[in-house]
């Protein structure tokens, strides 16, 4: 998503950054608007998904990734590296609530996109119910407009009364969140809470590019199970005291199993995960980096800095309360020749 963090001044430029599907799309099709735009605007690309491989367009002053995530930096030896991005702007309201009782004894936050391996999720609960665990699971699943055959599980509602019993669907709960509403459905306070009141949350894909169940998992003190090999910056600040990975898909239960008998015994270092995924102590990490941008430049960083609330969804696109957006039905990228325009009136161009 297109997003505006400074306007310019008679002195010094803004900045703006951009989704690493716009950036594409710049390239592709509106390089010379992009080249207007960096005439008054720093233009920095961030990359949230799984970007290794890419290319990286003239136009861009520079990036925000991490080295899990994108291997710009190692390609492109001269751009200037931020490496921070959405994950690291996680609302202050995913903590720990020692008030707040435990019921859920896994939760699972999660699209029904094809990659989020819903499926294999669906296998492993079974096994542990066919164990003998009587586990209370929550999966919340946020539909959305452009869920398509082609590469979302769109009969997860058919194979989840399929596959558990009258008796299991007692204990798991599939929450499928309606299409209109916005993008994960619930608000932060209410997932918040949900963390709060569960032992452990998993995440089942195997490629991520900065996934923020993660970090709200962390954050609230409840230890994360996932495949070990996960690609992405997921596994970034996994320890040994605070996660439990798997090898084999196949062996995903035991791992979950493991995660609930333990769950009071897990360790969490707050103060570095604050440090790293928290909103405000990523906002202050950003204006240092954005002082060193100007500074590369010949330019005074003034520290001010607008549209910086959410920018946990801001960044990656989940944030549609702009003037470019068409509709909070979809997702916040720029597709559009139109939304391009508009975005460049928004910039005073």
Request: hydrophobic share 35%.
């Amino acid at each position: 998503m297109a997003h505006i963090f400074k306007h310019p001044k008679e002195d010094s430029k803004g900045i703006v950054v951009i989704s690493h599907q716009e950036a594409e799309r710049g390239l592709n099709h509106y390089s010379d608007m992009m080249n207007r735009i960096g005439e008054k605007y720093f233009i920095g690309i961030h990359y949230g998904g799984f970007s290794k491989g890419v290319r990286y367009p003239g136009f861009a002053d520079f990036f925000m990734g991490r080295s899990s995530v994108t291997d710009i930096s190692q390609r492109y030896p001269d751009a200037f590296e931020i490496p921070i991005v959405s994950s690291n702007f996680t609302s202050t309201v995913f903590k720990k609530d020692s008030e707040v009782k435990k019921y859920w004894d896994i939760i699972n936050i999660s699209r029904a996109a094809n990659i989020k391996r819903l499926d294999g999720f669906f296998r492993e609960i079974k096994k542990i119910y066919n164990k003998g665990y009587k586990y209370k699971v929550l999966l919340i699943s946020p539909k959305r407009h452009e869920d398509t055959p082609e590469d979302h599980f769109m009969d997860i509602e058919d194979v989840y009364y399929d596959m558990f019993s009258k008796e299991e669907r007692q204990w798991f709960t599939l929450m499928r969140l309606a299409q209109n509403l916005e993008f994960k459905g619930l608000s932060k306070t209410q997932l918040s809470y949900f963390y709060q009141s569960s032992k452990c949350a998993t995440l089942f894909s195997d490629c991520e590019g900065s996934p923020g169940v993660v970090a709200e998992a962390l954050l609230t003190e409840i230890p994360v199970v996932m495949y070990a090999g996960q690609l992405g910056s997921g596994r970034d600040l996994l320890t040994g005291e605070n996660s439990v990975t798997w090898q084999d898909y196949n062996n995903a239960h035991e791992c979950l199993i493991q995660a609930v008998e333990n769950h009071d015994k897990f360790v969490f270092d707050t103060e570095t995960l604050a440090n790293a995924y928290r909103e405000d102590k990523g906002l202050e990490h950003l204006k240092l980096y954005f002082e060193k941008l100007y500074s590369l430049h010949g330019e005074e960083f003034d520290g001010e800095l607008i549209n910086t609330d959410d920018l946990v969804s801001r960044l990656p696109s989940h944030y549609t309360e702009l003037p470019w957006v068409d509709t909070r039905l979809y997702n916040g990228h720029m597709t559009k020749s139109e939304h391009y325009e508009t975005f460049c009136k928004e910039l005073k161009l």
